[in-house]
Nanobody, 121 residues
Framework: QVQLVESGGGLVQPGGSLRLSCAAS????????MRWYRQAPGKERELVAD???????TYVDSVKGRFTISRDNAKNTVYLQMNSLKPEDTAVYYC???????????????WGQGTQVTVSS
């Protein structure tokens, strides 16, 4: 059993900042890929950023220079620092982790519950 808990969403004005976090717990051996997605009303879910052990990070063009994904392996946690927020960043943000877990030993594709980010004046 693996659990993901997201936090950090909220309402901010344009130009403001938020930091999202996603913490995994349970029978975890390792986490290879950590990703952040977002889904705005009427839009398809979009990959925003990912971070892969031994490789690095990638970002969708619309957030480059404004968002930073990072991870704390000791805490099994991934973060998304969001600066210079724009109204078009408004969406529900979801973390997605590929986890090697036990009982039984297997790779699991795990999703957080989502956290709302609203950017409005």
């Amino acid at each position: 059993q693996v659990q993901l808990v997201e936090s950090g969403g909220g309402l901010v004005q344009p130009g403001g900042s938020l930091r999202l976090s996603c913490a995994a717990s349970g029978n975890i051996l390792s986490i290879n890929v950590m990703r952040w997605y977002r889904q705005a009303p009427g839009k398809e879910r979009e990959l925003v950023a990912d971070i892969t052990s031994g490789i690095g990070t990638t970002y969708v063009d619309s957030v480059k220079g404004r968002f930073t994904i990072s991870r704390d392996n000791a805490k099994n946690t991934v973060y998304l620092q969001m600066n210079s927020l724009k109204p078009e960043d408004t969406a529900v943000y979801y973390c997605n982790l590929n986890i090697l877990s036990t009982f039984p030993t297997s790779f699991r594709d795990c999703w957080g519950q989502g956290t709302q980010v609203t950017v409005s004046s």
